[in-house]
């Protein structure tokens, strides 16, 4: 049985109803925790007095278990298919949910949310993955792009709701019911998805070896040069520092905060579904490649952070809400990848990328919390500006050597010749 025939016994309605929404829910699901603790944050230094060092620890550990995750599960994805993988790993991601919600002390909770990362670790490719069994090449795109935009309602879902939750019940319950909704999208796929296609997996694990293969291909580094960094900033300060940012140094309430998140992560819907449409516009128009388009958002991105360095109160609400729209460029990684990589390397390309940005999340994420400690917050726990704005910098220090490289190639690349 191929894709192709699948497809057509399937239909459009069934393709949506038994495999898109089981398996975009669990992304959905993955999101939500991902951004949580932007808005949860208070709660929890309220409870377990955190430093900020430990809040960023504590957030970015989902980073690092899903980073650390995606060699294996990406493997096991080809081995076992991903409706087999997937039921195991969102048990997982409930039980962590779970322990969140019974944990007393750092330690506990940071060990939960390290197992909810791994429980959640293969939502998106397994989503891609699934995706390519049922759904034919060239609508591949557009379904991808509905995927990413599911993903960022899941991201809007832990903001102003979360907030709005908590007025009327506890943390620790809000992840005794985020524990239960995880096991939805398990239920849907064992009962609904149909069995993955035995034709595509691979009978062998694969070797070390087929992996490093990927980072000694030119493309791929060329890539990661410029739109690493970027996502990795993006993806480290977006479910918890701007958060903190718009709290501590413009002086923006709880509720206000939350409000102003959820703009800004309804922005990675609108991004996720505009730049794919963008892209293409520009290579008919414009005859620009992919990395042309990416090279001028990180740019445009980096521009919003220098912004940010200032501190201006005013610009804040607006810079939180830039921040997540631009940010949304470096998704272009995926692209930029697949169609430049050659093709017996993309499912292992797409896995080790996910492995460096989730990784590279983590050091940003847990890093700009180290820094902010080395100031003394107040009786409010909120840290000064200079600390924001030196974190800033820093970021934006990360980025820089990549953005010029590809500004110097782009620059002094012959006007005939295409961009990798």
């Known amino acids: 049985m191929n894709p192709s025939e699948t497809q057509g016994r399937l239909g ?28 949860l944050a208070p709660y929890l230094v309220a409870a377990l007095q955190l430093s900020a060092a430990q809040l960023g620890l504590l957030t970015s550990a ?3 278990s899903f980073g650390l995750a995606q060699l294996p599960v ?22 962590g949910s779970l322990l969140f919600a019974v944990g007393n002390g750092f330690g506990s909770l940071f060990a939960a949310r390290v197992l909810t990362g791994i429980g959640l670790s293969a939502c998106f490719m397994g989503s891609i993955k699934a995706l390519s069994y049922w759904v034919e090449p060239r609508r591949l795109p557009s379904i991808h792009g509905y995927l990413l935009a599911v993903g960022g309602l899941g ?31 398990a239920l849907a796929i064992h009962f609904f998805t149909p069995a993955d296609p035995q034709v595509h997996r691979v009978s062998r694990w694969p070797t070390l070896g087929s992996l490093l ?23 480290g300060l977006q479910g918890l520092w701007m958060g903190q940012w718009m709290q501590d140094v413009g002086g923006l309430g709880v509720r206000e905060t939350a409000a102003l998140l959820f703009v800004g992560m309804g922005a990675i819907v609108v991004g996720s579904l505009s730049l794919g449409n963008i892209t293409e516009w520009a290579g008919r128009r414009l005859g620009a490649k992919p990395i042309d388009v990416a090279g001028i ?25 830039a921040f997540t729209l631009i940010g949304t460029v470096a998704g272009l990684e995926y ?8 093709p017996a390397l993309t499912g292992r390309a797409a896995t080790c990328l996910n492995l460096l940005i989730f990784f590279g999340a983590f050091i940003v994420q847990s890093g700009f919390g180290f820094i902010l400690s080395a ?14 704005r030196t974190a800033f910098a820093i970021a934006v220090a990360l980025q820089l050597p990549g953005f010029i490289a590809w500004l110097v190639h782009t620059l002094c690349r012959p006007s005939h010749q295409g961009a990798a």
Do not use: K
Request: proline letters at 6%.
């Open 12 to 39: 459009t309605a069934a393709l949506y109803w038994t495999v898109f929404l089981p398996f975009a829910f669990g992304h959905y699901v993955s999101f939500v925790f991902r951004s949580i603790n932007a808005v």
């Open 62 to 64: 989902y980073f690092v």
């Open 74 to 95: 990406g493997m096991a994805l080809d081995r076992y298919g991903p409706r087999r993988v997937q039921l195991v790993l969102l048990g997982a991601a409930s039980a």
């Open 155 to 185: 991201a809007m879902s832990a903001t102003l709701p979360v907030e709005l939750a908590l007025q009327h019940l506890s943390w620790r319950t809000l992840f005794l019911a985020l524990g239960a909704i995880t096991l939805i999208p």
């Open 213 to 235: 293969e990927v980072y000694r291909d030119p493309a791929f580094r060329r890539t990661i040069s410029l739109l690493l960094p970027a996502h990795m900033v993006a993806f």
């Open 297 to 321: 958002g990180v740019g445009v991105f980096l521009v919003v952070q220098l912004l940010a360095v200032l501190n201006v109160v005013a610009w804040i609400p607006a810079l939180t809400v």
């Open 335 to 342: 692209t930029i990848v697949a169609q430049n990589v050659p």
């Open 375 to 388: 100031w003394t917050p107040d009786a409010a726990h909120h840290y000064p500006a200079i600390a924001y």
